[in-house]
């Protein structure tokens, strides 16, 4: 086994030609696809020897017979999201979630549903909630974990003590067994009365039950009896039931499943064997009623042990769910302006830990009745506001259910500020979802703690008490021998005790490669030798999933690791400023190593994360593919000059640096920045083609062609000339070019001033205008004057010291990767604005990738330059877009706009880089001020023009079906009287070219408001 993709086994050339012809989908054997397939979200690493993404279950039989043939293993992938290291193997991998992914039967009346593994949870539950149900295990990955990956892993959502684990919920699961044989695995009577007993599946049924009835005391004795034990196969599933649970644990799949029926559910086998015994096909789910209505109490406590102790008297109370957060996660979401008004809405004094408690269900006043007896039973057990010391606390109750959602938002971002953490050590989740009774889990916590404290690392505690299973994750380098050493010795010591106390030491996540060595401590011998022959009875020949549960490799084999033995630095010289972050390449490597694999760049719903992806849904094109890749190649791992290769082009050329990862991503990937990097190094090995070449000095060509406009404009008043022009421009012809003109904005004859006044104003401003909007619509300057001006400010105009021509921010070269002329464009602004600056001018702009810029990639334009950092930084605070500025002077009651009403509905599309940097709300709240006007915002991703992306011939069809996502068939519905807004530049035209409606920029909005 190898994580290295050099010396990573391979296909011979004539099995990849055999699968690639024989499968209908698409195969890949090329280092790169190899490389974004190695990893999940835990900390190994190894190397597929090809990628399937079937298109169809023929392709799944196809791939297994292929496979099978040539002795090769194979590994079922859903999401890919996994923690443990279960998602990665030497196999053949079988991506399930890009065709597999549909809902095949729902049964309304009966509460079931049949889907393909392939599908996502949230995708499953929208289609669901139109009939009231929903399939409740509510994983925190539901964006993008699929079902066939949960039921591989038998996830659990944080509602597990009212809806169970994935084995409660899976009814039945049709296979694909190692030797290609398809099998219903479902209830089956206990003497196999219904099963046909001339068929393999009778002689399979018939062993597993008789291994099941001898183990029957066994499994008794060592299963830890908890509410979540995931590790292991499920051979309790095979105990001949009677009508008795198995084992008699609720929650644990046995309350709530068919085995209390009098029979035994065999499909309870597979959940949570991790792809290792048969790969699922088809999954029948139990559906639950979507509960109507909800209330939340917050329970504080002064003391983290006071809190855990608690946690097994208001279980009782019967809550959905009981969630912890702890101080730390308080205190970092305290520090987060976003998050800031909930917690101070929230939360009472300085608690050291909240426990959240959910009821819930369709008769609110049930919910309101079991919230009062919360604040009882706190009272009972001998907590009080008006206490000190650690008996201080009580319940805050949430009724307000976007209040609800604004606080579970909270618990959740936690995670994501946690895992942001920039130096090497990172939290490691390896003794993550360790799961006790709730009767031991204040002294379990306790203990851990001081564990930790022993090795000199930290965790941040949060997430499941109700169940008894809190997430936790220990700071360590694994790039450091010494780390390694101590997360073995964390991961025994903590086991050692989970043991002790008869707990799970796998509670959530599955077994992998992390916990799967450890089985021996917490079931036996004699268990590990059944799970053995459970294993052999369905894998004969170990094809599925090898070295996973059973016969695992150590946790901590450097040779399995992501950062493994022959890790290499980067030797790479950065040009961006990556200091933020630790590692070579200035820091460079560090950033792309930020990319854990939670995979949250797959979800395809609410944000802007990842357009790309939404569009093609194929790894390579989401932003974790893109950092995988990079990674890799940073590292030497895909062969000399990988970075600039043509591959690592293919693989960033569809990410349109929306910036969408860099405000959605949890741990911040910044891709349309590391894509500026890639392309300026690329520039450095190869030069820059035409293509690119246009569109970067678009700024220094303008004020020529604007002054021969027609010249330029021939492109596309000549019939055929744009296709002619196509071969060489690089420029599509199916799109019309921006059209030139003659009257670009010019700031003295529109009466603006260039001179910065000595004396401090404050009513002046100075109006930053950008080359789109000066060359291509220069309506919208004056639009915006004119509402300054209406505003009583004194509009100014800052010019470059060589006066020569207009102050440019530089954007153009910079999504070219010119970095060293982006460097002069931006010296350019920044010695023009500091005088304004300097004297506390607001600079306002209109082009949000425009002026943004100014705020984002200037502070990585000047590494080790500390004025001019200083100079960026000051330039930055005062850089506002208009609606920005306007929002503030509103709320600091200094706006005098007299506005009449213009019209009835507009449909508001935010510009990418305005949600990127939480702009988009001070437009909404300027709209606002418009009378009677009613703004929907459009719940759009990046509208796919993105700048230059939408003119190129190869990007071309990509941008259009982007904007097709939500943009255009929001647009669609607007009636003609309807406003259409958009402040960017490019979202304006395509919004023109897709629905040939004319979006306007907000500026244009006020001035026709003006009265
Ligand atoms: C930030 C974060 C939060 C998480 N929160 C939770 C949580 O709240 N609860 C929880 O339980 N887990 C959680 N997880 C773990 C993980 O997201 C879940 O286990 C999820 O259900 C995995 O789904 P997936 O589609 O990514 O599965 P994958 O990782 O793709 O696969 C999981 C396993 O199932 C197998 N498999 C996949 N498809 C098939 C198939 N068709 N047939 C047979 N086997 C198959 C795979 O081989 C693998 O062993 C979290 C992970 C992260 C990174
Ligand atoms: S890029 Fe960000 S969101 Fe995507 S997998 Fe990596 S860390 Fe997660
Ligand atoms: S910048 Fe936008 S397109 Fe590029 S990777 Fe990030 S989210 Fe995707």
């Not at 390579?620 to 895909?638: H, T, Y």
């Not at 799109?735 to 904005?745: A, G, H, T």
Request: net charge negative; charged share 25%.
């Amino acid at each position: 086994m190898t994580n290295n993709l050099t010396q990573a086994p391979k296909l011979d050339s004539s099995l990849q030609r055999r699968l690639a012809l024989e499968i209908q989908g698409a195969t890949h054997f090329d280092p790169f696809s190899l490389g974004r397939y190695a990893t999940d979200a835990s900390v190994y690493q190894m190397m597929p020897l090809g990628v399937i993404v079937p298109q169809n279950l023929e392709d799944v039989r196809k791939s297994f017979a292929i496979a099978r043939d040539a002795g090769v293993p194979v590994l079922p992938r859903g999401g890919g999201t996994s923690q443990c290291g279960q998602t990665v193997n030497n196999a053949l991998v079988i991506d399930t979630s890009r065709h597999l992914n549909k809902l095949l039967e729902l049964d309304v009346e009966n509460r079931r549903c049949v889907v393909e593994p392939g599908i996502v949870l949230d995708h499953l539950n929208a289609a669901l909630k139109p009939h009231g149900l929903w399939f409740p295990v509510d994983v925190s990955t539901s964006s993008r974990a699929t079902i066939g990956g949960m039921t591989g892993n038998n996830s659990c959502g944080s509602r597990s003590i009212r809806y169970g684990t994935m084995r409660d919920n899976v009814e039945a699961i049709d296979a694909l067994l190692a030797d290609g044989t398809p099998l219903h695995f479902g209830p089956v009577a206990p003497d196999l009365a219904t099963a046909n007993k001339a068929s393999p599946e009778h002689d399979l049924f018939r062993d597993l039950l008789a291994l099941g009835a001898r183990e029957a005391e066994e499994i008794r004795q060592r299963f830890p009896d908890v509410a979540r034990r995931v590790g292991g196969y499920n051979i309790d599933a095979l105990v001949p039931a009677n009508g008795i649970p198995a084992n008699g644990i609720p929650g644990n799949g046995a309350a709530l499943n068919s085995e209390t029926a009098g029979g035994n559910n065999l499909s309870h086998l597979l959940v949570g064997s991790e792809g290792t015994l048969a790969y699922s096909t088809r999954i029948e789910l139990r559906l639950s009623p979507l509960p109507q209505t909800k209330v939340l109490g917050v329970c504080h406590f002064a003391s983290f042990y006071e809190a855990m102790d608690a946690t097994q008297h208001l279980v009782s109370l019967d809550p959905a769910f009981v969630e912890l957060v702890d101080r730390t996660m308080i205190d970092l979401a305290r520090d987060v302006a976003m998050y800031r008004p909930t917690i101070e809405g929230v939360v009472r004094g300085n608690p050291e830990a909240l426990l959240l408690v959910e009821f819930a269900g369709d008769d609110q006043n049930e919910n309101l009745r079991r919230l009062k007896e919360l604040g009882e039973r706190m009272g009972d057990l001998g907590f009080a506001w008006n206490k000190d010391g650690k008996h201080w606390g009580g319940v805050v109750e949430i009724t307000n259910p976007s209040e609800q959602s604004a606080l579970m938002e909270v618990r959740k971002a936690g995670l994501n500020i946690m895992m942001s953490m920039k130096s090497e050590g990172k939290p490691i989740s390896f003794v993550e979802d360790c799961a006790v009774r709730l009767t031991d889990l204040a002294e379990y916590t306790a203990r851990l703690t001081a564990i930790f404290d022993k090795h000199g690392t930290r965790g941040t505690w949060y997430a499941h008490a109700s169940v008894g299973c809190l997430h936790v994750r220990p700071v360590l380098n694994l790039k450091l021998d010494e780390d390694l050493r101590k997360m073995r010795a964390i991961a025994e010591e903590a086991f050692n005790m989970v043991a002790e106390y008869k707990g799970s030491h796998s509670g959530e996540h599955g077994d992998g490669i992390v916990r799967s060595e450890h089985h021996e401590r917490m079931f036996g011998t004699r268990m590990i030798r059944s799970f053995e022959e459970v294993k052999d009875r369905l894998d004969p020949e170990g094809l599925l999933n090898p070295g996973k549960i059973v016969r695992a490799p150590k946790m901590d084999e450097r040779a399995l690791l992501r950062f493994g033995a022959d890790y290499k630095e980067a030797d790479f010289r950065s040009l961006l400023d990556w200091s933020a972050y630790p590692g070579a390449a200035g820091g460079f490597q560090g950033a792309v190593e930020m990319c854990n694999n939670n995979g949250a760049c797959r979800k395809l719903d609410a944000g802007v994360m990842c357009p790309s992806y939404r569009v093609t849904k194929d790894e390579r094109d989401s932003v974790r593919g893109r950092a995988n890749s990079l990674r890799l190649a940073l590292s030497g791992q895909l062969g000399p000059d990988a970075l600039t290769s043509d591959d690592m082009i293919e693989t960033l050329k569809l990410c349109v640096a929306c910036k969408g990862c860099k405000r959605e991503c949890p741990t911040g990937v910044d891709m349309s920045k590391m894509k500026t990097e890639v392309l300026a190094a690329r520039i450095g090995k190869q030069g820059l083609g035409l293509h690119d070449r246009l569109v970067a000095y678009l700024p220094r060509y303008a004020s020529y062609a604007s002054k021969a406009p027609w010249l330029p404009n021939l492109r596309d008043r000549i019939p055929g000339l744009a296709k002619v022009m196509e071969g060489v421009t690089g420029f599509s012809a199916r799109r019309k070019l921006p059209k030139w003109r003659s009257d670009s904005f010019d700031e003295r004859a529109a009466g603006m001033t260039g001179e910065a006044a000595p004396a401090p104003d404050k009513r002046e401003v100075v109006l930053l205008a950008d080359t789109f909007n000066r060359y291509f619509e220069p309506e919208n300057l004056h639009a915006a004057l004119a509402v300054l001006n209406a505003g009583g400010y004194k509009v100014l105009f800052a010019q470059a010291a060589d006066s020569k021509r207009p102050l440019c921010c530089g954007r153009t070269f910079l999504s070219v990767g010119l970095i060293k002329e982006a460097e002069i464009e931006a010296e350019r602004v920044i010695d023009a604005l500091l005088p304004f600056v300097e004297r506390g001018v607001p600079i306002v702009g209109l082009e949000p990738s425009c002026l943004l810029t100014l705020r984002d990639e200037y502070g990585a334009l000047f590494p080790g330059d500390s004025t001019r950092q200083g100079q960026v930084a000051k330039i930055a605070s005062q850089a506002v877009l208009l609606e920005e500025f306007l929002s503030r002077e509103m709320e600091a009651g200094d706006l005098n706009l007299d506005l009449k009403p213009v019209a009835e509905k507009a449909f508001l599309h935010g510009h990418c880089h305005q949600k990127a940097f939480a702009a988009l709300t001070p437009v909404q709240r300027v709209l606002g001020l418009i009378p009677d006007l009613e703004v929907e915002t459009i719940e759009s991703s990046c509208c796919g023009m993105a700048g230059a992306f939408g003119y190129g011939t190869e990007t071309y069809d990509t941008s259009l079906q982007m904007a097709e996502l939500s943009l255009l068939p929001k647009v669609r519905e607007a009636a003609p009287d309807d406003l259409v807004i958009a402040d960017g530049t490019s979202c304006r035209h395509q919004i023109a070219d897709g629905s040939q409606r004319k979006a306007q920029h907000v500026a244009q909005i006020l001035k026709s408001a003006l009265r």
